[in-house]
């Protein structure tokens, strides 16, 4: 990415901060665009209890900032849950997954009262799916869902080499229509053998938070 994509990425992140209140235990999410949102928590790390991560990179980043992470399991309410997309429309919809945490972060945003997410401008779009659509697959299934999913329209690619924090295989499904975000996230999820689509439409983004040249937008 560029220094100037950077720079939306890091507006966008700051923007963030505002939505984290004083002694509350944020959610947290992954990539480049979290990693900023990370670096300017680290900055203002007395004003949270603590955070819960949704990769192991991310978790080892929080600690070396000196912000404490808790298991989810140890708290019972999460207000705000911060993580980035690798598409977004305007009704806030997303595609998750580019950095294989989709199922951990789809279990944050779950949990999250308000779900805030930040990007660079490049990421929004008027339809999903020009960006391959990330599917967490068990293992074994992987080849039956590929199948399944070429029923679809879809070409599903293997991403050889990365296994996630849970274990699992990711499918990258290219060339999707997708018109009707929530339908085909409900229909994917009942394949056999998915853990995760990579679509974020039945929990949508509450706050989107957008830096662009001329500043950020936010939509809600
Ligand atoms: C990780 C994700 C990320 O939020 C998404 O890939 C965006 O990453 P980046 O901020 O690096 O563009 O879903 O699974």
Known sequence: MSAEGD???????QAALDYVEDGAVIGVGTGSTVNLFIEALIQC??????????????????IAGGITVLDLN???????????????????HLIK??????????????????????????????????????????????SLVARRLSAYG???????????DNGNHILDVHGLTIDDPPA???????LAGVVTVGLFALRPADVLIVGTGQGIQVLQ
Do not use: H
């Open 7 to 13: 720079a939306k990425k890091r507006l966008a992140a």
């Open 45 to 62: 790390r007395q004003r949270v209890r603590a955070a819960i991560s949704s990769s192991n990179a991310s978790t080892q980043r929080l």
């Open 74 to 92: 140890d708290v019972d309410e999460l207000g705000v849950y911060v993580d980035g997309a690798d598409e977004a429309t305007r009704a806030r």
């Open 97 to 142: 997954g580019g950095g294989a945490a989709l199922t951990r972060e789809k279990i944050i945003a779950a949990a999250a009262a308000c779900f805030v997410c930040i990007a660079d401008e490049t990421k929004v779009v008027e339809r999903l799916g020009t960006f391959p659509l990330p599917i967490e697959v068990i293992p074994m299934a992987r």
């Open 154 to 164: 879809g070409r599903p690619v293997w991403r050889q080499g990365i296994v996630t």
């Open 184 to 190: 085909m996230e409900r229909e994917l999820n009942q």
